[in-house]
């Protein structure tokens, strides 16, 4: 009799989508047309205790893997369903050194990165975080009532974007060179405060010294004028002796 061969059961499929550690994957679509998902890797951000942070804690989510037609824009209405989002940066890379931000000019700021970036996300409140890290989606970048520019429409408004307008770009140089000159203001008077407090300090020490040489002065005088009466005394004390002397004749 041949045994007959149990059949292996079939391996479970694993529905769970990979993602880096301490990551929740959230799945996008450019638009309903798309088959494919692209992920999303989002975590709450956060630093060692102790560092400061640009960004502010327990109200801010990290973004991995945006994509080129992700704008800041098309991302905070992915995210605005978790709650009232106060800002979204995206960024060439993330944030090493924890240092105060400076405001982009949209004039003067440097060019789009082009490829994959990653984002900071601020919402108005820390469950706008939590909520986030709970999406499932796909989530749509381009909808009916929200489309998203691609190809060579995204070129086309780019570059229109990109020509500035003259009055408004005036009126950012003028802002500039106003915070500027301020600033340099700023400096020029602090750097006359630290000559002033110098000045002081050397005409203060210039009158100490001059009080030590005067009292020096004076101390010399006074053991001149004793040694002067010392030997007026002397000559004095010489004569009455001389004058006491035995004269017989």
């Known amino acids: ?15 769970r989508i990979p993602s880096p550690p301490g990551y929740t994957a959230i799945p996008i679509k450019f638009s309903e ?3 494919a998902s692209h992920y999303l ?3 709450a951000h ?8 640009t960004w502010p ?28 989002v106060q800002s979204v940066e995206l960024q060439e890379k993330p944030d090493l050194a924890e240092s105060p931000k400076e405001s982009r000019s949209k004039f003067f700021h440097p060019k789009p990165v082009p490829g994959f970036q990653v984002a900071y996300v601020v919402f108005q409140k820390p469950s706008g975080v939590s909520a986030a890290l709970a999406l499932k989606g796909p989530l749509l970048v381009s909808t009916e009532s929200h489309p998203v520019k691609s190809g060579i429409h995204k070129w086309i408004s780019d570059y229109a974007d990109s020509v500035p307008d003259p009055e408004a770009l005036r009126v950012e140089v003028d ?7 301020q600033k340099i ?19 203060r020490k210039e009158l100490l010294n001059f009080y030590a040489w005067q009292h020096r002065e004076s101390k010399m005088e006074h053991l001149a004028q004793l040694r002067k009466k010392f030997e007026e005394d002397k000559q004095r004390i010489e004569l009455l002796r001389a004058q006491r ?5």
């Open 1 to 15: 009799m041949v045994a007959r061969r149990r059949k292996r059961p079939a391996r479970e499929r694993d529905d």
């Open 33 to 35: 047309k798309q088959q």
């Open 41 to 43: 890797y989002v975590r």
């Open 46 to 53: 956060g630093v060692r205790q102790g560092t400061k942070s």
């Open 57 to 84: 804690q327990k109200r801010t989510l990290f973004v991995l893997s945006v994509p080129p037609y992700c704008t800041e824009e098309s991302l905070s209405r992915l995210l605005s369903s978790c709650g009232l």
């Open 175 to 181: 802002t500039f060179m106003e915070a500027y000159d």
């Open 185 to 203: 203001a700023e400096i020029e008077a602090a750097s006359l405060r630290v000559l002033e407090r110098e000045r002081r300090k050397h005409a």
């Open 245 to 249: 002397k035995f004269r017989p004749y």
